[in-house]
């Protein structure tokens, strides 16, 4: 699963790592922690348009949705998409092949099991480099004011290497996007038919420590830098013990 995210690089840093617009302004950045039910607003780049990082609400409306109540009813379930299910859901099934898009983040939070307490830890890349997660968008209109909303869904594999020992209980993982995967995804050449046989999550230099379970604070507070930081939890073993 994927129910929060972190980015802090500089928009200098994207812009040289992706070679695409990067409107800063449009987000409340530096990201150290934002919770997916506070449905931000947060960068993805979308499939065929590799020159520009969009704003986008977390949280996919999709297009046929009714009524601002249904909207907001749905926005709640479809934080995540399981892979497996893509084409065949009705929220995302109509946008395999042609909305596809890479959610922006440095970071993300999983909580995992032990001895009946859970545990936070922070994701990432060595230096906190960002990545993608796969992701699909949609843009839905509201009726009653005639307003137009871009969403999307963070996509979720089964996990594996660190974030399956982390996440140890239903073992999910976001799909983060590596080189060939990420070509493809974003490739709207690539059916998804084609695209789905080169999914192979990017996990094995992935880096993970625990943090302070203050990530389970409601609202804003938690996004700060210290929110980050390593914590030591008593008992807890590292996670190259486990097996």
Known sequence: MCFNAALVQ???????????????????FPA????????????????????????????LIPSWTK????????????????????????????????????????GFVEWRLFEGKKYPYHIALPDKRPFMLAGLWDCWKDSST???????????VDAKGLPAQIHNVKKRMPLI?????????????????ECADLMVPLYRTLEAWPVSKDVSMPGGGRNHPDIQQ??????LPP????K
Do not use: M
């Open 10 to 28: 500089s928009a200098e840093i994207i812009k040289e790592l992706y070679g695409a617009e990067f409107p800063v302004e449009s987000f409340n």
């Open 32 to 59: 150290y922690f934002i919770s997916a039910f506070e449905h931000p607003c947060w960068p993805i780049q979308k499939q065929g348009d590799l020159k520009r990082i969009v704003p986008a609400l977390w949280g």
């Open 67 to 106: 009524s601002a109540d249904a909207a907001g009813f749905i926005r709640d379930k479809t934080i995540n998409a399981r892979f497996e299910s893509l084409d065949s859901k009705p929220s995302f099934r109509g946008l395999v092949n042609i909305r596809r898009c890479g959610v922006l983040v440095d």
């Open 146 to 156: 005639g307003t137009s909303v871009e969403t999307f869904s963070v996509v979720t």
């Open 177 to 193: 996007l590596g080189k060939t995967s990420g070509d493809a995804w974003l490739d709207s050449n690539v059916p998804f038919a």
């Open 230 to 235: 390593p914590c030591k939890y008593p008992g």
């Open 239 to 242: 996670l190259e013990a486990l």
